[in-house]
């Protein structure tokens, strides 16, 4: 029973760190080098994410700073920003790329908001996706004879204690999130 209880929280903790990965990159009002990290760039004939050939940085609010490793990469930097939805106008300055992060407008504020919602919902469709396995594979357990109705109902109990804690920790990141897209 400890075995499927570990591979349970193993499993929502990846659901969890894909969640976050996930809004990581969906922007807010203030200048986050994360929004970049799913940015694909053409680079000698393979997409690579920007954050392999490039350093990201802020040095203030609304800027976002890009030295790439090799220069001669700036222009397809440059090219694959602009391809992005991010809405970025990045400015090249030879070894560096400068983007002024825009401010977002009120409606594009509850745009993200709705963005981040439903990614919470899918991550939690997921925590519950791995609580029912858990929930089965405790079951098969029993009928094999492995696990006694008590222990079996003792593991469902913390299957579900497991679920209540990372459906928590998905409700505060959001919260979080949504309280940074919506700082003016």
Do not use: C
């Amino acid at each position: 029973m400890k075995s499927v209880l570990a591979d349970v929280r193993e499993r929502m903790q990846k659901s969890l760190d894909a969640f976050e990965s996930n809004i990581g990159s969906v922007r807010t009002g203030r200048a986050n080098p994360a929004v970049l990290n799913r940015v694909m760039v053409d680079y000698y004939g393979s997409s690579m994410p920007l954050p392999q050939i490039a350093s990201i940085s802020s040095p203030d609010a609304r800027t976002l700073v890009i030295a790439p490793f090799d220069k001669s990469a700036s222009q397809a930097i440059e090219k694959a920003i602009q391809e992005s939805d991010l809405g970025f106008n990045p400015n090249n300055q030879g070894d560096s790329i400068f983007i002024s992060v825009p401010p977002l407008n009120d409606e594009r504020r509850r745009d993200l908001v709705k963005t981040v919602h439903t990614m919470a919902e899918e991550a939690k469709v997921g925590v519950r996706n791995v609580r029912r396995d858990g929930n089965d594979e405790l079951k098969m357990m029993q009928k094999e004879g492995d696990l006694s109705e008590d222990d079996l109902r003792r593991g469902e109990a913390d299957v579900q204690k497991v679920t209540d804690e990372y459906i928590q920790k998905i409700d505060a990141r959001t919260k979080t999130k949504e309280s940074d897209i919506l700082a003016v």
